[in-house]
């Protein structure tokens, strides 16, 4: 098991979103993913009732493997601070551009 970061998005400047953290949550299956900082899924958590769905964010080829973000993308944050966190929250050190 382990846990992983459950986000929402609030508004941010010039109408952007900004994701914001609001809590960690341990699922059964869901550390059967490897983490990337550029995964080929996206989650959605579910606002009530405790569940997590994971989609393609991109076509998954046959045989390739499928990977989630463990709250660190290359999309939010510098890789150093991908690394760091990382390192400290999953004891891994991620190998990721
Ligand atoms: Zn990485």
Redesign the pocket.
Known sequence: MNSHVIYGFAAGTAGSLQRVDVGLALYPVLPLLN???HPNTTRFNAARGGHVVVVAAEDIPEGAEVTDSYG?S?LTSSRED??RS?LKNYNFK???R
């Open positions: 983490h990337s900082c660190q290359c991908r690394r990382l991620c190998n990721c």
